[in-house]
């Protein structure tokens, strides 16, 4: 298993860094609450992890989706 996958502009990310809990189809319906324990989970890793920015993104019946970047300020 490779150790860091490609993202976009020949940017490299380390597999350790990405998302820990799985996405939101292992976590079933609804959408909304879905996306707010996710949201959830995505700030307490960033505050584990000593702050930083963090990327949710999903999407609904295929032509529909959201992203929502966050910035958490460990101080």
Not at 26 to 51: C, D, F, N, Y
């Amino acid at each position: 298993m490779r150790s860091t996958t490609s993202i976009s502009a020949g940017k490299w990310i380390k597999i350790g860094d990405m998302n820990n809990y799985g996405c939101s189809l292992i976590w079933g319906h609804p959408q909304g609450s879905t996306g707010a324990r996710l949201i959830i989970e995505l700030i307490e890793e960033l505050v584990i992890k000593g702050g930083g920015y963090g990327l949710f993104d999903g999407c609904a019946a295929g032509d529909t989706a959201a992203a929502v970047v966050l910035k958490v300020e460990v101080k």
